[in-house]
């Protein structure tokens, strides 16, 4: 081979590695989108059990193992789909709900956001107190959790030692500890000393000096069963913070033992009511029942196996060849599910704690002017737009916070009413539209034409672009506003609409959703839009906002709060019209009806253990004895 | 022909070489970091900050790359914190940062031998029914079964596997239920190997992945994605075996073959065929190459764990090492098999010397 095409293969390489970069996002949906894809399959599991029992057979030959397992048959199993291969199982790692799906069975933290009310619940703390400012949390920690360890040799769960409050201080402080390099370490910047700790320099300091970051982080074992938690400021969300992974109690032993590998299982111990049996990466999932549980007798699920499969029209396929007992529904799929007379008994969709919308660049004219604004919001047709654009059974937002979220004010008519169905006590869109022209005229422009071309940016995906189409076209028919639509790889996207990128590179009006991490306005408008804290992508500095966040923050009464936080809508969304909200999300889903019980858009993790199915029925549909 | 090989592995060092630092300096070139965000949330200065320290990517570029190819040991001396690096030299591609606590020759080593498995089957169906309908087709020019062979080749090549892969699920797994809709069930023929890493917890070695143990579930799950690999490959193959066949049979020295009287059978076999599978020698190497080390679309559709999907979501993640790991790999692939080829040619065509 000659020379040159030595040099031909090395350009045609690095070409494709540039195409790959340029179509990579579509195959990374990120977060939000993954939320509603959940699912659930069956077959293969018996024929893999039925293999299992041959060797377990043959080790009771050999070495006469006293504990019989149970006949693979009798294994209540459920089947679900994860969508994709979970990136870490290590609770101090974790940032997507993919593995915090898996983590929330095999761990349990000091609270548990319960899946019907979203409201944080004793767990692994039977109770706790605050103190009356809201600075100190001290919990109770129950005396009958262990860690356990799944013995891959022998198909044994193995009980190690009792889960103390030297668990939990270990966990805390490891997740703060800059070595660790936890994404969501910022999340416990509320305890005393944590963000001191997370923001070092380790290298620069000497050991005593590393020591005594670590001990003045503000979590300490009172006794073995107790733990208490000393704040920065005052949070009166702290019992949900709680409940997170990375406050969650984790075994120093071994992790200090085997490093980044802990994960795996047979070398990972852990507290909840599952354990990790099978981890193939990248195919599947195996959790068993944690049989030394404190709740065991309340879970019916034996076993849950985990696919991960990532194009939806496969996993829907698989539910419909009984592969699967729940999946996600394809947005091509949506029409045929609900006008089959089986699919659609099968179909609901519920909603998750997610909300899809468009900020404005509140500097880049001419949507510096709220008038504008709010004429863009209010000519968005949302009824229109989820009925036949997404047609997931969206609702409609005229708040940033959806209704799980503790002082979200969805739905309530005093804020942005023009947003809203008149079947929802809004004022419905024709009104909008009135509405929406008269604010235009307010702002000094007879026409939408007048405003020149609006630029609307999304990130790469087909749904995003179809929502695009549609809102374009709405702004065009309402408002004669022109309307260019330009779209970017995912992490590209996301650079360019930064706060500090110049504004002429910034497009006029930008689409992100926002998920839940724990359900309070905290963590929405605070986190998010707080001009002096947040990412502040919207570029506003509205000083009474700000203001508003700080006393909601540190306000210890809830109706206050409440107040406070929808003042604070009432600003963002209707006054100012910083941003438009469009959507909250929905899952689609179809589930078998053997599934007697099942979680829905939970704002914690999603409890796939806590599922029932009648077992009989499932066997019966599936042929086996 | 040991000089031309040792001539040739000489040759790949440069070639891989070139390949590692255009990758490596291009994939940096993207916008976007590893870390900047977590789903759709920024993160905070300070926690990408430690991110960053963690994975040495506050370094100087050039020490980052003098420690992906010589190891940290030589270029970063004294300083031990975050991860460790051996380097590409000696076999460490690095840590993913996507998967925390999963290297890439962790990821390689399961990925790899199912993509390997995929595209070694996809492929020999593909020489089967391509090659075989391409010689038909030529011997039979401008009859029903040319144009046949010709069309099925046609629709073959065009319809993609986006549409070939969710048809075949509709037909065979829905309606007839004869085969499983996705997922790939290989199992290591040693298994005793691989349960033996498997109880303590290590990563099981690429090769005892490769060979997959024969067993019915293994295959069933296995006919539809082969098929719809194989197919696109076949219908290429087969057009392009007629193709060359034709050209080859009215060359002259086979109207001498004609000519002095050899039978019909031994003027194709011996002198035509030989001559005519150069083209598709040619076109098997990158063929092999591009399908063993992982097809992104065929391991979507049907859910195969395989390299294809690192392959392009690494790229998205910037996920750095993953990238470089696969390209390597790939890069590898393509160098060995352009080797066979060359050593083919020579055996098919005597006026080529390998020197």
Redesign the interface.
């Known amino acids: 081979m000659s020379r040159n095409k030595w040099i031909i293969l090395v350009l045609v390489l690095a070409l494709a590695v540039v195409a790959l970069g340029a179509c990579g996002g579509q195959a990374t949906p990120e977060v939000v989108e993954k939320v509603i894809e959940k699912t659930v399959v069956v077959t293969q599991v018996v024929e893999k059990e039925v293999e299992k029992t041959v060797v377990v057979t043959e080790v009771v030959e050999k070495e006469v193992v006293v504990t019989p397992t149970p006949e693979p048959a009798t294994k209540v199993t459920l089947n679900l789909n994860l969508g994709t291969e979970p990136p870490t199982l290590d609770p101090a790692l974790a940032t997507d709900t993919t593995s915090i799906a898996v983590i929330g069975g095999l761990f349990a933290g000091l609270t548990w956001i319960d899946v019907e009310t979203n409201e944080p619940v004793p767990y692994l703390a039977e109770s706790w107190e605050a103190s009356d400012d809201l600075t100190e949390f001290t919990f109770k920690l129950r005396q009958d959790n262990n860690w356990v360890k799944y013995n891959t040799g022998t198909g044994e769960i193995e009980v190690q030692r009792p889960v103390t409050a030297h668990d939990v201080v270990y966990g805390v402080k490891r997740t703060l500890d800059p070595r660790t390099a936890s994404d969501y370490a910022y999340v416990l910047y509320i305890i005393k000393g944590g963000e001191e700790l997370n923001t070092a320099d380790l290298d620069a300091l000497s050991e005593e000096e590393v020591q005594a970051l670590l001990d003045g982080v503000g979590v300490e074992a009172l006794d073995d069963y107790t733990v208490k938690f000393t704040l920065a400021d005052p949070a009166p969300y702290f019992p949900a913070i709680a409940s997170m992974w990375v406050a969650m109690p984790m075994p120093q032993e071994v992790i200090e033992d085997k490093q980044e590998r802990w994960i795996e299982p047979g070398i990972i111990w852990t507290n909840g009511p599952m354990v990790l049996v099978e981890w193939a990466h990248d195919d599947h999932l195996v959790l068993e029942k944690n049989p030394n549980w404190w709740g065991a007798d309340d879970i019916q699920i034996d076993r849950i196996e985990y696919v991960m499969i990532t194009e939806a029209s496969t996993a829907f396929a698989m539910y419909e060849a009984n592969e699967l007992d729940s999946a996600g529904v394809p947005l091509d799929e949506i029409d045929r599910v609900k006008s089959d007379p089986v699919l659609s008994k099968e179909f609901h969709s519920a909603p998750i704690p997610c909300t899809y919308y468009y900020g404005f660049i509140n500097t880049k004219a001419p949507v510096d002017n709220a008038n504008v604004r709010r004429a863009l919001s209010a000519a968005i047709d949302r009824k229109g737009l989820v009925e036949n654009v997404t047609k997931g059974g969206q609702i409609p937002a005229n708040t940033f916070a959806p209704e799980m979220i503790f002082g979200s004010a969805a739905g309530d008519p005093d804020i942005a009413p023009w947003a809203l169905p008149e079947e929802m006590g809004g004022t419905g869109y024709d009104k909008a539209v009135e509405m929406a022209k008269g604010w235009l005229q307010e702002a000094g422009y007879n026409d939408g034409s007048e405003l020149g071309t609006i630029t609307l940016m999304h990130n790469t995906s087909e749904g995003h672009a179809r929502i695009a189409q549609a809102v374009a076209a709405m702004w065009k028919d309402a408002l004669n506003v022109d309307v260019a639509i330009e779209n970017q790889e995912w992490k590209v996207y996301l650079n360019t609409i930064k706060k500090d990128t110049p504004i002429e590179e910034v497009p006029h009006v930008f689409r992100l959703g926002w998920c839940a991490d724990y359900p309070d306005q905290n963590n929405w408008l605070n986190e998010v839009f707080n001009p002096e804290i947040g990412s502040n992508r919207i570029r506003w500095n509205n000083q009474e906002f700000a203001e508003l966040m700080r006393k909601a923050r540190a306000s210890l009464d809830p109706e206050e709060r409440k107040a406070l936080y929808k003042r604070g809508e009432q600003i963002l969304v209707d006054e100012e019209a910083a941003i438009a909200p469009i959507y909250y999300y929905t899952t689609v889903t179809v589930t078998k009806p053997w599934v007697t019980y099942r979680t829905w858009g939970t704002v914690g993790p999603p409890g796939h253990h806590l599922w029932k199915i009648d077992w009989e029925a499932k066997k019966a549909a599936l042929g086996l004895k | 022909m040991l000089q031309f090989v040792i001539r040739r592995i000489i040759?790949t060092i440069p070639?891989l070489f070139?390949?590692t630092f255009?990758?490596f300096a291009?994939?940096r070139a993207?916008?976007?970091?590893p870390?900047?965000?977590?789903?759709?949330k920024?993160?905070?200065p300070?926690?990408v900050?430690?991110?960053e320290?963690?994975?040495h990517l506050n370094d100087p570029l050039w020490q980052q790359f003098c420690s992906y190819l010589i190891g940290d040991a030589v270029c970063r001396p004294g300083k031990q914190?975050g991860v460790a690096s051996k380097g590409v030299l000696l076999g460490d591609l690095g840590p993913s940062f996507?998967?925390?606590?999963?290297t890439v020759n962790?990821?390689i080593a399961?990925?790899l031998p199912i993509s390997a498995q995929l595209g070694f089957m996809a492929v020999m169906l593909g020489m089967l029914i391509g090659i075989p309908a391409g010689i038909i087709a030529a011997l039979k020019h401008n009859t029903p079964i040319d144009y046949t062979a010709t069309f099925i080749a046609v629709l073959g090549v065009s319809i993609s596997n986006v549409v070939l892969g969710?048809f075949l699920?509709?037909i065979f797994?829905?309606k007839l239920?004869w085969f499983?809709?996705?997922?790939?069930?290989a199992e290591p023929l040693f298994s005793n190997i691989a349960e033996k890493y498997?109880?303590?917890?290590?990563q099981v070695p690429m090769w005892v992945n490769l060979i997959p143990k024969p067993t019915k579930?293994f295959f069933m799950h296995a006919v539809l994605p082969v098929v719809t690999l194989g197919t696109a490959l076949s219908a290429s193959l087969a057009r392009l075996t007629r193709g060359s066949l034709l050209q080859v049979i009215r060359e002259d020295y086979i109207r001498t073959a004609r000519a002095k009287g050899l039978r019909e059978r031994a003027v194709i076999v011996t002198h035509a065929l030989k001559n005519s599978l150069i083209p598709v020698v040619t076109i098997l190497g990158p063929m092999f190459a591009g399908v063993l080390t992982g097809t992104?679309v065929v391991e979507?559709?049907?859910?195969i764990?395989g390299l294809g999907?690192h392959?392009?979501?690494s790229?998205?993640?910037?996920d750095y090492p993953v990238?470089l790991g696969t390209?390597l790999v790939?890069?590898v692939a393509?160098v060995i098999a352009?080797m066979l080829v060359?050593i083919t040619y020579a055996w098919l065509d005597p006026r080529v010397r390998l020197e």
Do not use: C, H, M
């Open positions: 040759w070639v070139l390949v255009f990758t291009l994939v993207i916008p976007g970091g870390f900047d965000f977590a789903g759709d920024s993160l905070p300070t926690v900050k430690n991110l320290a963690k994975y914190n996507r998967y925390r606590g999963r962790d990821i399961t990925a969710p699920i509709w797994a829905l239920g499983p809709v996705a997922t790939w069930a498997i109880a303590a917890g290590e579930e992104f979507q559709i049907f859910a764990p999907r392959f392009v979501t790229v998205g993640n910037r990238v390209t790939y890069a393509i352009n060359d």
